[in-house]
C-alpha cells in the first residue's frame, strides 16, 4: 500500500486503469491507454493494475468492476470511471488536472 501512495502523490496526473485478464471491455480499453499515454508523453502517469493479483487494494478503493479508471494528483482522487472511455474522454480528463 505505501507503493501506492507513492504513486499517487505525484505533482503530474496519474491514470490507474484496474483490470483483469480475463476482462473483455479491459482488452478493449488497453490500445486507448496505449494513445493516451503516447500522446501525454511525460505529462501523465499510466499504471494498470491487476484486480486478481491485488484484490486488497481494489477492494480498499472500492472497485466492484473493470475496467475502473482513477486519476489521481498528489493522493487526491480527481476522477473515476468504469466502463470503457473513449479517448478523447480520457485526454479531455487528463488535460483538465495537468
Known sequence: ????????AS?????I?????WC???????PILSDV???MGDKVRV??????KNPILARKLNVRSVPTLLIYKEEIL???QTGVV????LLKALKAFS
Open 11 to 15: 505533482k503530474k496526473p496519474v491514470l
Open 78 to 80: 480527481l476522477w473515476r
Open 1 to 8: 500500500m505505501a507503493d501506492f501512495r507513492q504513486i499517487v
Open 86 to 89: 473513449p479517448k478523447n474522454q
Open 24 to 30: 473483455g471491455p479491459c482488452k478493449t480499453l488497453a
Open 47 to 52: 499504471i494498470k493494475i491487476d484486480i486478481d
Open 37 to 39: 499515454a503516447r500522446e
Open 17 to 21: 486503469d484496474f483490470y483483469a485478464e
